[in-house]
């Protein structure tokens, strides 16, 4: 988190904490066993990103984003203006949660408001289409197929 002194850093700690749990869950549930996702994580932005919302909404003033990264539709969160994406794995970017100050790669559209957003998403895309439960810290995919 280099870069980033001036922010809570208890704060950035435990979003990046329960991030990288959603992160790898997503990957060893939805992408080895199910393969419902590719292992980057291409496809799983929304999901992702409302996952982590839904949890930490209490706590923190986080929202999701919908836009593009270079050019490309996706989703992640943001946090006292800072890129919250839990799946820039998928633009080759190495870190399971890749925590940042806006850049010019990451073009926001539209802060979404409401998982109806995601209504014509692809099925398997859309987090609507997902239960997510939590199990002591962990949360438990189940595809509504």
Known sequence: ????????????????????????????????????????LK????????????????????NVIFGSYKKEPHCWLEYNNLIIDLTAT?????KEVYIAKYNHKYKAIAKV?????????NSFANPLNY????RDNMPIFKYKS
């Open 43 to 62: 496809g799983a932005c929304g999901l992702a990103s409302i996952t982590l919302f839904d949890k930490l909404k209490s706590k923190y003033n986080l």
């Open 113 to 121: 408001t409401s998982v109806k957003f995601f209504k014509l998403w």
């Open 90 to 94: 998928q633009f080759n970017i190495k």
């Open 1 to 40: 988190m280099e870069g980033l002194k001036k922010y809570n850093s208890n704060h950035l700690t435990d979003i990046l904490n329960i991030g990288s749990i959603i992160h790898r869950e997503i990957k060893l549930q939805l992408a080895v066993y199910q393969k419902i996702f590719k292992y980057n």
């Open 131 to 134: 239960l997510v439960i939590w």
